[in-house]
């Protein structure tokens, strides 16, 4: 009986002593919250952020395509090869 309690406390003083090891990092997660801070945008932005320059005149043609669905249908996609020569055998 005496040896079962010795094991025991000396199970809990190893216990107490060791971190669990599922316990995540501190500086996990940062990647996720760095990459996130990339592609969010700022839902209130400084007041001297100047915006791009707009072509009116070309949303407003979009827009009316698209309401009278007229969508240009774009371009065929085309792909290009590089010639290799064999070296004459």
Known sequence: MKI?????LAGLAVAACNTPADTPPPEFGEA??????????????????E???ADG???SLMISRYQL?????????????????SGGL
């Open 4 to 8: 079962h309690a010795t094991i025991l």
């Open 51 to 53: 915006l791009p320059p």
């Open 32 to 49: 996720v919250y760095s990459n996130m801070a990339a592609h969010i945008i700022d839902p209130q932005p400084p007041e001297s952020m």
């Open 57 to 59: 005149v070309r949303r």
């Open 69 to 85: 669905d007229k969508v240009e249908t774009p371009r065929e996609p085309t792909t290009s090869t590089i010639g290799i020569d």
